[in-house]
């Protein structure tokens, strides 16, 4: 896995809190085995009527093509566990999320598969929000070593937990490799621990 | 100093701490469907591993079965794609599938408590937000991702961050018509649908101490509505007596040394807790959310409130949902026309859930232009179901009874709303779209709710149109 640094590009403003994982991704383009053609069902009900023609959304905004960070309001990608969401964002072309708070198995999943998500406070996403719909061309830079968020003239603080930050910058946020090294230990727990139809060292697997 | 269930569950399944300051958890039980699956196993394939356990992981199939015509080829080619996946992978990687013909198919959280794989004690994840139902048992059950099903099909682990527990106690005792989901959706308008972020919920108090597993398992079931990614009660004697005799659970003398063992893992008395809340369970009414979201909702014999009634930082969200529901400030709920009534998912479509229904609607009759489905939560149910004459309840009132799935919960199958049709729904999502139409109204409800709504046409009070608890029935 790259390490993830930096994410410098124009941003897109979604409003709206507490927007759910079926309207990031409606449930009909879960009908699918892979996951390769999700960036075209993102936010499809907000972006498209019943008729398939482009409602007005900052998505179908000419000013915002090409946009590598989006900017979202607090409780985003709350409800389902659906990774399709993540997924559906990333590739859509979107390299980082910035939100006043997130859905925690949404954040999880994002984190896994390289999309990152900060917080700022509310004031400074407020300000982000303004500019970014004021002057769509607006290049933003994100900076994980500085952990700050340079738009316009400002210099905003963004927020990680530590753990993450350090995933991203050491290129460690798919944690596979590491949970492999441990398997001597699982297949000891594994012996040892109850399953179903199976009490551990009393009974043996039936 | 005593440690919640919680935390001694976590410790017994830490099988070390990560350099990210993480907890490599081991699982003991991982369950599987048809739709975050497939790209787990892909995942798997390209790194060139295999399924670490496979007697760990159970399989079934219900997100996308149609409940009406069961053929196959099914006339979604995609949804019979993502069944033959699940064939495949699970054949391929000796992994037990309940098919549509095991007679033990259902959705996922009905199936894994019914046939006993559910167990106190057991770390469980499934890659669908709402396996928190399993922790009714004393279980700690949350959510994954699928590149984190791709970690526990190849290591049994994930890494995951410990959470803060929050005991909910809900003490006193529920009013006639009340029921377990109206407990949950005011514990989530109480506490709000970001409430539970960074928290596992504990379950106690008289009330829930009362219920059945039934019961408990629609309040742990959406304790994720409510933020919280792992809900949980301490087991008991209500636990053990629904565990006994089911094919997976322990046997013999396993059986008693299981229990002594489960007995020791309810929180101790003096437990340290990051939150407490106390609910007192009279206060609690028959609800039904009028907004989008879970925690926007209201007493049955209520009123669509007032955005102006709202702080200001919430007022735009309200006013947006009362449009997207066409519902006007000040309507009385009960004035809410109807157009679809349905009862099912993994909230609500336990077999108490249609018994208890059943006892009310026999003998009446479902409105008429209100479409009703009842989609029983597995095989089981229904056969019990069939058995006891209920199905038989809920066609002469004028249900289509179907077969077991996640239906139109989600609508990944025919089961769907049209247009602008509103639902009374016994499910756990009223989010806009949900139910299979861009424009398409849910309003969340108990199973009795939904039943009373269906009989009356609209929006209904179970207490007057079934006369519970000395209100005289209507008509």
């Not at chain 1, 999700?38 to 179908?60: C, I, M, S, T, V």
């Not at chain 2, 499934?126 to 928190?132: A, E, V, W």
């Not at chain 2, 972020?197 to 597993?213: N, T």
Request: charged residues 25%; proline residues 6%.
């Amino acid at each position: 896995m790259p390490p993830i640094k930096r994410i410098q590009g124009r941003a897109v403003p979604i409003r709206g809190r507490d927007i759910d994982t079926d309207r990031i991704v409606p449930a009909r383009f879960l009908k699918t085995v892979t996951f390769d053609r999700l960036g075209e069902a993102l936010f499809y009900d907000e972006r498209y009527d019943e008729k398939k023609n482009p409602k007005d959304h900052p998505l179908n905004d000419p000013r915002y093509a090409g946009a590598k960070i989006m900017l979202v309001e607090a409780g985003f990608g709350s409800g389902s566990s659906r990774e399709h969401a993540p997924q559906a964002i990333r590739r859509a072309g979107f390299e980082a999320l910035v939100g006043e708070s997130f859905a925690e198995i949404f954040f999880g999943n994002a984190t896994q598969i390289g999309l990152v998500a900060v917080t700022v406070a509310p004031e400074d996403l407020g300000y982000l929000f303004a500019l970014v719909e004021r002057a769509p061309e607006t290049e933003l830079v994100i900076d994980l070593e500085k952990m700050e968020l340079k738009a316009g003239d400002r210099v905003i603080p963004v927020f990680l937990p530590e753990a993450v930050r350090e995933a991203f910058l050491e290129g460690r946020y798919d944690p596979l490799e590491v949970l492999l090294e441990a398997m001597d230990e699982i297949r000891a727990m594994d012996a040892r621990r109850a399953g179903p139809g199976k009490r551990g060292e009393y009974g043996g697997r039936k | 100093m005593g440690k919640t269930l919680y935390e001694k569950v976590w410790e017994a399944h830490a099988v070390r701490e990560l350099p990210d300051g993480r907890t490599q958890l081991f699982i003991d039980l991982h369950l599987i469907h048809e739709v975050t699956s497939p790209q787990a196993f892909a995942m798997l394939k390209e790194r060139g591993l295999k399924v670490a356990f496979p007697h760990r992981t159970f399989a079934t199939v219900d997100h996308i079965v149609p409940t009406d015509r069961r053929e196959e080829p099914f006339s979604d080619p995609l949804a019979q794609e993502m069944l033959e996946a699940l064939r495949k992978n699970t054949a391929e990687h000796g992994i037990t599938f309940f098919d549509l013909k095991s007679g033990r198919q259902g959705i996922v959280h009905v199936i894994g408590p019914e046939l006993g794989l559910t167990q106190p004690g057991f770390t469980i994840v499934c890659g669908d937000s709402h396996t928190s139902t399993h922790g009714a048992f004393g279980a700690v059950a949350f959510g994954i991702g699928t590149t984190q099903v791709r970690d526990v099909l190849a290591t049994q682990t994930v890494a995951m961050q410990k959470l803060k527990v929050r005991r909910i106690e809900v003490n006193g005792r529920l009013l006639p018509g009340v029921t377990a989901k109206d407990v949950i959706l005011h514990i989530i308008r109480t506490l709000g649908v970001k409430g539970g972020i960074g928290y596992a919920y504990e379950y106690a108090g008289e009330v829930i101490e009362r219920m059945s597993m039934d019961e408990r398992m629609t309040i742990a079931n959406m304790s994720i509505e409510g933020g919280a990614r792992v809900g949980y009660m301490n087991p008991d004697e209500t636990t053990f007596a629904y565990l006994k005799g089911r094919p997976y659970a322990p046997k013999g003398e396993d059986w008693e040394r299981a229990v002594a063992e489960w007995k020791a893992l309810a929180s101790d008395p003096d437990a340290r807790y990051d939150d407490r809340v106390e609910i007192q369970g009279e206060t609690i009414a028959p609800t039904v959310t009028w907004g989008v979201h879970p925690g926007q909702s209201a007493p049955v014999d209520g009123r669509v409130p007032d955005p102006a009634e709202f702080p200001e930082s919430e007022r735009a969200q309200v006013e947006d949902a009362l449009r997207y529901m066409k519902l006007t400030p000040g309507q009385k709920l009960s004035d809410v026309k109807v157009d679809v009534a349905f009862l099912g998912s993994c909230t609500n479509a336990r077999l108490s859930d249609l018994r208890e229904v059943a006892r009310y609607l026999k003998g009446k009759k479902v409105a008429k232009g209100v479409r009703a489905l009842v989609v029983p939560g597995s095989q089981l149910v229904a056969e019990a179901a069939h058995r006891e004459g209920i199905a038989d309840v809920f066609r002469e009132a004028g249900f289509e009874w179907r077969a077991p799935g996640c239906s139109m919960c989600l609508a990944m199958n025919p089961d769907r709303l049209i247009g602008d049709e509103l639902a009374i729904s016994a499910s756990n999502r009223n989010y806009k779209g949900r139910q299979g139409s861009p424009t398409g109204r849910t309003v969340l409800a108990s199973p009795l709710t939904v039943a009373a709504s269906a009989v009356a046409g609209h929006i209904a009070d179970p207490r007057e149109v079934f006369g519970i608890g000395g209100k005289d029935a209507a008509d």
